[in-house]
T-cell receptor
Framework: GQQVMQIPQYQHVQEGEDFTTYCNSS?????IQWYKQRPGGHPVFLIQ?????EVKKQKRLTFQFGEAKKNSSLHITATQTTDVGTYFC?????????FGAGTRLAVHP | DGGITQSPKYLFRKEGQNVTLSCEQN?????MYWYRQDPGQGLRLIYY???????QKGDIAEGYSVSREKKESFPLTVTSAQKNPTAFYLC?????????????FGPGTRLTVT
């Protein structure tokens, strides 16, 4: 079945360093969504990418969708302690989302 | 104030007992979902429903049951057949029309079975 892989599983950074998480699908995606889950909280929608090669920015966060629509990345510039949490990508399955396993980000002040 | 509510936040049960987790939404969403999350793990889909009186099994439906008698409500029953029920359970909903079908998640229920 359709699978979405996400790496790395876990990343430690010093505050101010950059961070990137990568998402790869076994099949071509019609769109991809990104979510953030703070420790002890629930996932919150960040963005959806639809077009091949699409790049979207939200302040220090940059989201990319690959040309072949099989991979995506989330890059955070100059991390802050408020960026702590787990970032999930999710590919569009039939009437459902296929979530990656998530990348847990720890930021040390 | 629109959103998804799940109750209770924490739930404790003895092994062998069935337990029902509540999920209610007032977002007028057609689709609702149940996920299970284990410590340090991703989200695994248990059941989902696109419309009232219809639902489909997700990846880990064994030992769980659901109903969708009302658009607003999608309760999940964890039965005694579920071998390892202790987990964090998340309910979500989404629209099925328009361009973006983002999922809105409830605050979750942490179930502990001993």
């Amino acid at each position: 079945g359709q699978q979405v892989m996400q790496i790395p599983q876990y990343q430690h950074v010093q505050e101010g360093e950059d961070f990137t998480t990568y998402c790869n699908s076994s099949t071509t995606l019609s769109n991809i969504q990104w979510y953030k889950q703070r420790p002890g909280g629930h996932p919150v929608f960040l963005i959806q990418l639809v077009k091949s090669g699409e790049v979207k920015k939200q302040k220090r966060l940059t989201f990319q969708f690959g040309e072949a629509k099989k991979n995506s990345s989330l890059h955070i510039t100059a991390t802050q302690t408020t960026d702590v949490g787990t970032y999930f990508c999710a590919g569009d399955g039939y009437n459902k989302l296929i979530f990656g396993a998530g990348t847990r980000l720890a930021v040390h002040p | 104030d629109g959103g998804i509510t799940q109750s209770p936040k924490y739930l404790f049960r003895k092994e062998g007992q069935n337990v029902t987790l509540s999920c209610e939404q007032n977002l007028n969403h057609d689709a609702m979902y149940w996920y299970r999350q284990d410590p340090g793990q991703g989200l695994r889909l248990i059941y989902y429903s696109q419309i009232v009186n219809d639902f489909q099994k997700g990846d880990i439906a064994e030992g769980y049951s659901v109903s969708r008698e009302k658009k607003e409500s999608f309760p999940l029953t964890v039965t005694s057949a579920q071998k390892n029920p202790t987990a964090f359970y998340l309910c979500a909903s989404s629209t099925t029309t328009g361009g973006i079908h983002e999922q809105y998640f409830g605050p979750g229920t942490r179930l502990t079975v001993t």
